[in-house]
């Protein structure tokens, strides 16, 4: 199974962009990259998924390298409601099972 | 109510004992799936459906049992609670891609 790397954690002032870095370099050529997050005491939601070109919704974009090794996640203005730890995941079947690993803990300061 | 809802929310539950954590949606979803969250270990998939009667373990499934006899609910059971199994479970919804996590049940074993 292709397994990710992101930073323990990351800080960024309120109403700045955000850059989470995720890094997947045996990733395969059919493997979606998701992100989903997870705010204090609640269960995870999705932000955003890719495959190979850079993706947008009403939550964030997705930055995907052309080699597909790593993607970024953009957060354009950070909010406090944003801080929250992100998961950059590869499903591993079709079923869409996720392995969550420690994921990235953004803080957000006024 | 619309979505994906868990109950109980809170149970403590002594050594031994049998305990069910129910999780009902109500989009239809054909996929839901159980992770436990322990600090330390982030969230780990416990059981999975595909579908009504179609069921099957994931990364920690020992201790657990699962049955899936409607599309819209996805029991948990701890056939004999034990310490280990104190945790907070999220119970999982999808119909393709992304997946909607409910609130979650914070299980205490003592």
């Known amino acids: 199974d292709a397994k990710t790397t992101q930073p323990n954690s990351m800080e960024s002032n309120e109403e700045e962009p955000v850059h989470l870095p995720c890094n997947h370099s045996t990733i395969s050529g059919t493997d979606y990259i998701h992100w989903y997050r997870q705010l204090p005491s609640q269960g995870p939601e999705y932000v955003i998924h890719g495959l190979t070109s850079n993706v947008n919704n009403r939550m964030a974009s997705l930055a995907i390298a052309e080699d597909r090794k790593s993607s970024t996640l953009i957060l354009h203005r950070a909010t406090l409601r944003d801080a929250a730890v992100y998961y950059c995941?590869?499903?591993?079947?079709?079923?869409?099972?996720?392995?969550f690993g420690a994921g990235t803990q953004v803080v957000v300061t006024p | 109510d619309a979505g994906i809802t868990q109950s109980p929310r809170y149970k403590i539950t002594e050594t031994g004992r049998q305990v069910t954590l129910m999780c009902h949606q109500t989009w239809s979803h054909s996929y839901m799936f159980w992770y436990r969250q322990d600090l330390g270990h982030g969230l780990r998939l416990i059981y999975y459906s595909a579908a009504a009667d179609i069921t099957d373990k994931g990364e920690v499934p020992d201790g657990y049992v699962v049955s899936r006899s409607k599309t819209e609910n996805f029991p948990l059971t701890l056939e004999s609670a034990t310490r280990s199994q104190t945790s907070v479970y999220f119970c999982a919804s999808s119909a393709q891609v992304e997946q909607y996590f409910g609130p979650g049940t914070r299980l205490t074993v003592t």
């Open positions: 995941i590869l499903p591993t079947d079709s079923w869409g099972k996720l392995q």
